[in-house]
């Protein structure tokens, strides 16, 4: 009997990778990179989704050059948009469910409780304007589809604020972090897992949040990365890492103070809560050395 065949869109991506590397017993992913697919053409979108015969697609394709989508917007709009909308109409047309994923940063961060996948959005900048159209679009198309929201993804694959802290730690004695944006890291396999479970649940719909259990401050995810890796051997010599508020370190994009996601519905669906995003860390970084030794 032949594995069920699931396209996974944006598979160089950190998710792309850890979707390939978790696919469940009896599905096999069908993966494309940007070269291979482009989500913003209609006709190779229907091609790719007729010729696979895919049950489904997952779209863990985006733009997340935050502060670069300020002045490429017609580039983020494109494929945080458009292609959502496009990858929604295809899979209402021929019956395909979609799971799609999303970002924290469609809130504007301005609420001190954990942000429910029916709270208001109220994206601060170009880069979560567009991953809400993308939502919208998505939502609206009448696809069996999934909103998945994510934030402060890491893996060791591409680039990320964990491998970049590893490098800065290296090369640096002194590196100073802001400590006054909150959200939880998620460590992509974790995220990837829960694509597939919720992808394969058929009481899935409409908008969930996930990502690591618990939250913290950049700085205090930075000083966790510094514990674990003089710990786990990937960094030798202890460096001072000390705090900085978000105004001292100025960016393009106005980026959330708060984007913590309550992700009580997707635990009562799938019946696990996660695990604490230091264990999380910890895991990423014995996998990422394991790839170095």
């Not at 978790?22 to 790719?48: K, S, Y």
């Not at 019956?95 to 709270?119: C, I």
């Amino acid at each position: 009997m032949s594995n069920e065949r699931i396209i996974v869109c944006g598979a160089d991506g950190q998710l792309g990778r850890e979707l390939q590397l978790t696919q469940p017993p009896g599905i096999e992913a069908v993966p494309f990179n940007r070269q291979a697919l482009d989500i913003t053409d209609a006709t190779a979108v229907e091609l790719a989704l007729v010729t696979t015969g895919a049950r489904a697609i997952i779209n863990a394709a985006a733009y997340t050059a935050v502060d670069r989508a300020e002045s490429d917007t017609e580039t983020a709009r494109a494929i945080n948009a458009t292609g959502p909308a496009i990858l929604a109409d295809c899979c209402a047309a021929h019956g395909t469910r979609l799971l799609h994923v999303s970002t924290d940063f469609v809130f504007d961060g301005a609420s001190g409780q954990a942000y429910r996948p029916d709270d208001e959005a109220n994206p601060l900048g170009v880069y979560g304007a567009s991953k809400l159209a993308g939502e919208q679009a998505v939502l609206a198309s009448g696809a069996d589809a999934i909103v998945v929201r994510t934030g402060w993804v890491y893996s060791r694959h591409g680039g990320n604020f964990v491998k970049t802290m590893l490098r800065l730690m290296a090369e640096r004695d002194r590196l100073t972090v802001v400590e006054d944006q909150v959200g939880t890291p998620t460590w992509a396999r974790g995220l990837a897992q829960t694509c597939w479970t919720l992808t394969l649940a058929p009481k899935a719909h409409g908008v969930y949040h996930w990502s690591d259990a618990g939250a913290c401050s950049w700085y205090d995810f930075a000083l966790a990365i510094h514990a674990l890796a003089l710990e786990l051997g990937l960094l030798s010599t202890a460096v001072a890492v000390e705090p900085i508020p978000a105004a001292d370190y100025p960016t393009p994009a106005k980026r959330p103070a708060f984007s913590v996601l309550d992700k009580q519905r997707t635990r009562a669906l799938l019946g696990y809560a996660g695990l604490p995003w230091r264990e999380q860390l910890r895991l990423m970084l014995a996998d990422l050395k394991a790839t170095q030794d």
